[in-house]
């Protein structure tokens, strides 16, 4: 049974810092992309950033490119994302994702499996 567990969410003030972990569980990874997704209240969730799990190729949403980074730890199968310079606008429920995939998703329907979420806020 596939398992996907976030942490790392919590209150953070407008220019902070935060790095959100997943855990992942029950099959190899191996040919699976991963990713984080964001639902901010009354809107609709959106893409964050993507990595494939051999290769740790990267692919970014424009609204964080050059502040957030993602990460991955084979061994330790876990996912990351190191926010840096957080905005107001970055408040969000913060969801990770796999799917298989040879290269990046970012099309939320071709996930298969979703973590729980964590909630960010960043407050101005």
């Known amino acids: 049974q596939v398992q996907l567990v976030e942490s790392g969410g919590g209150l953070v003030q407008t220019g902070g810092s935060l790095r959100l972990s997943c855990v992942a569980s029950?099959?190899?990874?191996?040919?699976?992309?991963m990713g984080w997704f964001r639902q901010a209240p009354g809107k609709e969730r959106e893409f964050v950033s993507t990595?494939?799990?051999?290769?740790?190729?990267?692919h970014y949403a424009d609204s964080v490119k050059g502040r957030f980074i993602i990460s991955r730890d084979v061994v330790k199968n876990t996912m990351y994302l190191q926010m840096s310079s957080l905005k107001p606008e970055d408040t969000a429920v913060y969801y990770c994702?796999?799917?298989?995939?040879?290269?990046?998703?970012?099309?939320?329907?071709?996930?298969?499996?979703w973590g729980q979420g964590t909630q960010v806020t960043v407050s101005s």
């Open positions: 029950g099959r190899n990874f191996r040919t699976y992309a």
């Open positions: 990595i494939t799990w051999s290769a740790g190729s990267t």
């Open positions: 994702a796999a799917g298989p995939a040879a290269g990046w998703i970012i099309d939320e329907n071709a996930y298969d499996y």
